[in-house]
C-alpha cells in the first residue's frame, strides 16, 4: 500500500484517539476503565489501523491488477475499430489515425506473442522450440493483414473523396465501398481465427490460408486502384468534352 496514504490513516487514528481520550470515561463503564485504563481506548484503535491497511492494501491491488492478455487483445481490437469509425466519420485526421493504427497494431504483435509464451509452461522442449517457429510466423501473418486493413481504410476513404469530387459516379463508388467491407470483414475473420486457433497443426493451416489472403488482398487492392484511376481519368475527359 501507497506510504503516504498508511500514514495518513496513523496519524488520524492517533489524532482520533487523542481527542476521544477526554471522553473515554463517559463513554465506557467505570469498571473497565478503570481496570484497563488507556488501552481499553488504544486496542481498538490498532484494530482499527491493521483493518484500514489491508482493507487499503486489497482495494490497491484490485485497482491495480492488469487485465488478461486475452482482454488486452479485444480492448486493442475495439480500440482500433474505434479510431477507424472515427477516421471514416472525419473526426480524425489521417496523421491521427495513421498514429493511433501504428501503434495498436504493433501492441496487438507483441500481445500475441506475449500470449503464446504463457502456454511454454506446459510444454516440452521440442514442443516450445516448434512454438517459437509458429510464433513468429503467426506475428508476421498478422502483421502482414492488420497492414492491409489499414490499407482497406484508407482506400475507402479515397473512394469516398474521389466520389465526392466527382470522379467517379455513385453506383460506382457503391460497389467499390461495398466490396472494400467485404474485404475488410474476410480480413477481420482471418485474424480472429488464427488468435484463436490453439492447436499447433491447426494454427500452420491458418497461418498459410492467412498467407494466402495477404497475397490476395494486395492483388485486389492494386486492381481497385488501376480501376479507379482508370475511371478517374474517363470521368475527367467526359466533362472536358462537355465544356
Known sequence: MNRKITTAIIIIAILAL?????FAEQI????????YGVLIMIVPVIVLIVLLIIIGSVIEKIANKKPKLED???ELVQEL???????LKHKIDKKTYD????????KLIEVESNIDSQKKGSLSEKEVKKLDGISKKKQKVLKGLLEQKHKKVHELKITEKSYLKRKIDEKTFKQIRSKISEELISIDSKIKIIQTTEQIKSLEMEL???AKEIAKQKKSSDKRKKQLTELEMLEEDLL???R
Open 72 to 74: 488486452q487483445r479485444n
Open 18 to 22: 487523542i481527542v476521544s481520550l477526554p
Open 28 to 35: 465506557i463503564p467505570k469498571e473497565l476503565y478503570a481496570e
Open 240 to 242: 472536358s468534352q462537355m
Open 208 to 210: 498459410k490460408t492467412g
Open 99 to 106: 498514429g493511433i493504427s501504428k501503434k495498436k497494431n504493433s
Open 81 to 87: 475499430k474505434i479510431a477507424e469509425k472515427q477516421f
